[in-house]
């Protein structure tokens, strides 16, 4: 039996959710293909079997389906600051040309507006002039809509572009008509209001309602473009952390390659302040590491002879010898952007509900306007008829429908923005709807991430910060900034013992602990039970005290939790750091003891939210740090500390621009009532289709009172929308 082969495709030309549906219906009927297709990032996962069919078949088959294909190659992890992403091309050259359709659609359609709506403005052949213009915009910016509805048809499909194909044509060709074979081409025209089609005594065109419905839906389209998945973006932040080079030890002589040469099995050289370049095991040497971003914890770990390491983390002092043990795709590394990439491709969007109602909603309108016209033309002629059934899919144009989602969504992330809340898309409105469980990181998200003094027993914390003050260690750092003295003399670093110096003649010592603790044991035990990092402080090799050092809670954190508990939400904390740290934060916020998870590496994380996830609970996840990456994708609601990492704000679906937790719980309500908004506005935006499509299908609505009906229906959305300008944070 052959091996299945992959292969990833970039897909260009999708417009909704139907269409990624559709792509994956048609590969899928392949021999040999199981296709997944992801709407968000553009691109769909397939495996193959090369006996059945090839990747160039593969292509064809989605070109077929109306889209373009093209192969996404792998990047390499040092070659990503040159790569070009094909699908970011391919995203950007649309979100260039959707920009540019916008604004010669907008411009043309202005004076299309003014002319149609003052009368004291229309010269003797106006309506001419709004003809070629509305031709232009119809045409030029309308083409985006037009070529996807053909798409769809070709397929047996309706989706909101076919709504919109369908209204715009509606008014542009019986404005045309009126023109041409009507009384609105003669000189000096002006449309007289009658309420009903049969009354009309001059015919009236609808340019303008060509024009700003194409205007206003190619700037939704635009800004649904701007911000669709930022996975390949996450994804090369995340490699771009790794060494680019490493220093490789050849018959005993250091030689600098590529990160990509290096193999299994290669001895290389770390020195303090490098990445280490790829993961392995200590050989010789001894040196504090940081972690962080592996682990989320400011405290680097104390590495030497036969200790594994990372590749990406950073030597903080001593210089190290490593043989690397794993390279390429193997090292954590890369398994982390792996455990980002699945997280995201299995996140499917939510499909919009205008596509889903259009599935219905389009072909009855059609049938209702064939039907109307059928009907009038037996009982009061063409042209009434004709008015009659024009109403019909004029009342029928999906402006309101277009807006209804776009201009919720730009009022609503504007003021997140304003109030340091930037929320990605409409999907995560959705989510946040759902969510019932909340999982917070605790290190630089329910904590500050930073090293202070806790404790201090015994009279030592100015000896100590005179040893420390050499040192550029983060514990080194707490004690320096709880204490500013003159540094000592004498200053050396110990190996995994920690520093000494002189001070005031005596011979100080800080760092861990060296045999019996005597009358300080309480002390250090509680200390580390707590979570904390007792720090032994020895003068002229006696133990005179202990300095405990602790990452400390943010002071608003206790009342986030509660704001989260107001919302319906359960938290849980999660982290790699140790039981007792994890327990004592939980206990000073307010989190149920047994929803701590502690001590858990990125994989671990992941596992935590999806066994959540199995137990029935929609999850949302907050945190930081590159360790938190994989986690944010794969939770139902991904929210991101701004003040964390690139990779953890792309691989989220809400940043918090602030360090202040309380905003997880702001951007949840501002979502929840973005979303209330936007199901409002598409209530009203069919609500005045059921009134008035069966008014016009009587003939007792004239196509230009359909047309001011659409209009109001547009104001109200957007005016409804407007007023999430009024949201504020619920506290002082």
């Given at each position: 039996m052959t091996t299945p082969v992959h292969l990833d495709l970039g897909i260009a030309g999708m417009t909704c959710t139907s269409c990624s549906s559709r792509v994956e219906r048609k590969l899928n009927k392949v021999d040999g293909v199981t296709a997944s297709v992801n709407y968000a990032t553009e691109s769909a996962s397939i495996e193959y079997s090369p006996e059945?069919?090839?990747?160039?078949?593969?292509?064809?088959?989605?070109?077929k389906a109306g889209y373009e294909a093209f192969s996404l190659e792998p990047e390499q992890p040092d070659d990503t600051d040159s790569a070009t992403d094909p699908v970011d091309a391919a995203r950007e050259e649309e979100q260039q040309d959707l920009l540019h359709?916008?604004?010669?659609?907008?411009v043309i359609s202005t004076p299309i507006m003014a002319l149609s709506m003052i009368p004291a403005w229309q010269f003797e052949y106006w309506q001419w002039a709004c003809a070629i213009l509305a031709t232009i915009v119809y045409i030029f910016g309308g083409a985006p809509f037009h070529k996807a509805t053909w798409a769809n048809i070709k397929h047996g499909s309706f989706t909101m572009d076919t709504l919109i194909t369908m209204g715009t044509s509606a008014a542009y060709f019986w404005s045309l008509y009126a023109l041409?074979?009507?009384?609105?081409?003669?000189?000096?025209m002006q449309m007289h209001m009658t309420f009903t089609a049969h009354h009309a005594k001059m015919d009236h065109i609808y340019f303008e309602s060509v024009g700003m419905v194409i205007t206003f839906l190619l700037l939704g389209r635009w800004f649904?473009?701007?911000?669709k998945g930022q996975s390949s973006e996450a994804l090369r932040n995340l490699l771009n952390m790794g060494a680019k080079d490493a220093s490789v030890l050849v018959d005993g002589t250091e030689k600098r390659i590529p990160i990509s040469q290096v193999q299994e099995g290669d001895v290389f050289i770390v020195r303090p302040g490098e990445k280490i370049a790829t993961d392995g095991v200590v050989l010789s040497g001894a040196s504090a590491v940081d972690e962080s971003m592996l682990t989320g914890e400011s405290l680097p770990v104390e590495v030497s002879e036969g200790d594994t390491v990372t590749g990406a983390t950073i030597n903080s002092s001593g210089k190290l010898e490593v043989r690397a043990t794993r390279v390429g795709s193997d090292t954590v590394l890369s398994q982390m952007?792996?455990?980002?990439?699945?997280?995201?491709?299995?996140?499917?969007?939510?499909?919009?509900?205008?596509?889903?109602i259009a599935q219905v909603f389009v072909p009855v309108v059609i049938g209702i306007a064939?039907?109307?016209?059928?009907?009038?033309?037996?009982?009061?002629?063409?042209?009434?008829?004709?008015?009659?059934?024009?109403s019909v899919l004029i009342i029928a144009c999906p402006c309101a429908m277009g807006l209804a989602t776009p201009t919720a969504i730009l009022v609503g992330t504007g003021r997140g923005a304003q109030l340091g809340l930037l929320i990605k898309g409409p999907e995560i409105l959705e989510s946040t709807r759902r969510i019932d469980t909340v999982v917070l990181d605790k290190t630089g998200t329910v904590t500050t991430g930073e090293m202070s003094v806790?404790?201090?027993?015994?009279?030592v914390l100015e000896l100590a910060a005179a040893v420390e003050a050499s040192s550029a260690h983060p514990i080194a750092q707490a004690i320096q900034n709880a204490c500013a003295v003159e540094p000592a003399s004498d200053f050396r670093s110990i190996d995994g013992q920690g520093v000494e110096g002189t001070v005031n003649g005596k011979r100080v010592r800080v760092g861990r602990a060296a045999g019996d603790l005597g009358e300080f044991t309480t002390a250090f035990e509680e200390s580390e039970a707590a979570g904390g990092t007792p720090v032994c402080v020895y003068v002229d090799e006696e133990l005179a005290g202990i300095i405990e050092v602790r990452d400390t809670v943010k002071d608003t954190a206790a009342d986030a939790i509660a704001e989260l508990r107001e919302l319906g939400l359960t938290p849980h904390l999660l982290t790699g750091d140790n039981a007792g740290a994890a327990q004592a934060v939980a206990e000073e916020v307010g989190i149920d003891p047994a929803n701590v998870t502690a001590g858990v590496m990125p994989e671990d994380k992941v596992d935590v939210v999806k066994r959540l996830q199995a137990q029935g609970n929609n999850v949302a996840m907050v945190g930081d740090g590159v360790n938190d990456a994989a986690a944010l994708a794969q939770a139902d609601l991904g929210l991101a500390m701004g003040a964390g990492t690139d990779v953890a704000i792309e691989a989220s679906d809400i940043t918090l621009m602030h360090s202040d937790l309380r905003s997880a719980a702001d951007a949840i309500r501002l979502s929840r009532r973005t979303l209330r908004t936007i199901k409002g506005n598409l209530f009203w935006a069919f609500a005045y289709n059921v009134v008035l499509i069966p008014v016009a299908a009587v003939g007792l609505l004239n196509p230009l009172f359909a047309g001011l009906a659409m209009a109001f229906s547009s104001v109200f959305v957007v005016s409804n929308s407007l007023l999430l300008r009024r949201f504020n944070v619920e506290r002082d």
């Open positions: 059945s069919t090839t990747p160039q078949e593969l292509m064809d088959v989605v070109s359709r916008t604004i010669v659609a907008a041409f074979f009507g009384n609105a081409g003669q000189p000096g649904e473009v701007k911000a952007a792996e455990l980002v990439t699945q997280a995201q491709v299995g996140k499917a969007p939510v499909q919009k509900l205008v596509d889903r064939i039907l109307t016209l059928v009907i009038q033309l037996f009982f009061g002629g063409v042209a009434p008829a004709f008015l009659a059934a024009v806790a404790n201090v027993h015994g009279d």
